[in-house]
């Protein structure tokens, strides 16, 4: 394996009844707090009245701001920049998902610069600080609850930018699984697509000399196999809500890939259709995700999808070549996220092949090839959407 530092500094509170740390935990920060969340389904579930609750108990001075996208806008960032920066906000409490969360590293960015806070996304100016994050989780699935990394997009000019800034780890992270009961089946769904998308972006590398790594990838994709169909059956099952939440906090915290960098080639793609279509990000994986594989699977790199297919879906070899057991775990992955009911084209979208131009140029408009695994250029992009429609 590579040379690495790792270092993650996420204070993570997980548990039943875990809210009970909010107050202190957010006094550390100052009490003039902007309360982030998305649609306001923690409204209708009851989670709203036990925030405030918490915060009422050190008299905080609340601002809310609900409204964040499922593909948080930039328009929706500089509002709430702004209204931190007339409010005064002196901390940002994230309530929701990955897209609130995510959401919530632009605004404390955005609040602590004069330079527009896209400029930093995009890498043409610098950060120089952010607001204290901390965020109460609603959802299984990002991850973005123990990482620095967060994806905006620029609706004006139809571009989706993954991007990261030292200063952008929540303080804290609270995890209670009871909160997730409320989640929609669909959501369960895309939730548990995403964690497997973000393991599998890392499991797919070159690098020598990782079974520690390649062994908890696998565990985890395993557990998600035993566990998704289940949790689909009883939603409120604290134990198999608790194991989706743990391991969705595993595959983004930077564990996973300790020595060696991912692949991520084909969340860039769909972070391209999404910045055009403006589709759910998991929908979008779970349809590209098996493609990219069969589309880059070859002779020198068909042990590593020899090793998922045996060791994940266990596949026999028994009168199989590398290649067939190698597809046969690929075809195996797309009949698992087809049971749970996840798309399989993008024509579920009303996506067609009058799209593929647009979505391919984006996917190469920032360099000329993209992923680590196997790079990809603009026509494997068009060879991928193609095959996916």
């Not at 992955?333 to 798309?343: D, H, K, M, V």
């Amino acid at each position: 394996m590579d040379n690495f530092t790792f270092h993650n500094p996420v204070k993570l509170i997980f548990g039943k009844d875990q809210l009970d740390a909010l107050p202190e935990e957010i006094s550390k920060y100052g009490k003039k707090v902007l309360l982030l969340y998305g649609g306001g389904s923690i409204k209708r579930n009851g989670i709203y009245d036990q925030i405030i609750e918490k915060l009422n108990k050190i008299n905080a001075e609340v601002v809310e701001f609900s409204g964040i996208e499922a593909n948080p806008k930039l328009s929706t960032v500089r509002e709430a920049v702004e209204v931190c920066k007339k409010e005064q906000i002196q901390s940002v409490l994230a309530v929701g998902g990955g897209s609130v969360i995510d959401a919530s590293k632009a605004i404390a960015i955005g609040a602590k610069t004069e330079a527009d806070v896209w400029d930093i996304i995009t890498k043409k100016e610098k950060s120089t600080g952010a607001l204290p994050i901390g965020t109460v989780v609603t959802i299984a699935a990002a991850g973005s609850e123990m990482n620095a990394s967060s994806v905006i997009t620029n609706w004006e000019t139809k571009e989706k930018k993954g991007w990261s800034s030292p200063y952008t780890y929540p303080k804290f992270s609270i995890l209670d699984p009871t909160f997730t009961y409320s989640v929609p089946r669909v959501q369960t769904v895309f939730g548990i697509v995403d964690i497997m998308a973000h393991v599998l972006e890392n499991y797919f590398h070159h690098t020598s000399n990782t079974p520690v790594q390649d062994g908890l990838c696998e565990t985890i994709l395993r557990d998600l196999i035993e566990t998704g169909p289940r949790l689909l059956e009883k939603p409120n099952s604290y134990e198999l809500r608790e194991t989706v939440m743990l391991n969705a906090v595993l595959a983004r915290n930077g564990m996973l890939n300790m020595g060696y960098k991912g692949d991520w080639a084909t969340h860039d793609l769909e972070h391209a259709i999404s910045a055009v279509h403006d589709i759910p990000h998991a929908g979008g994986i779970a349809i590209l995700f098996p493609n990219w594989m069969k589309h880059v699977l070859d002779e020198n790199n068909v042990n590593r999808f020899k090793q998922l297919a045996v060791r994940v879906f266990d596949i026999n070899l028994n009168g199989k070549s590398d290649y067939e057991a190698a597809l046969e775990g690929i075809n195996k992955l797309r009949a698992f996220w087809s049971e749970l009911g996840a798309p399989e084209r993008l024509s579920y979208y009303d996506i067609d092949e009058g799209a593929i131009d647009e979505i391919a140029n984006k996917t190469v408009s920032a360099k000329s090839e993209y992923g680590k695994f196997k790079k990809m250029t603009r026509q494997d992009s068009v060879e991928i959407l193609k095959s996916s429609l």
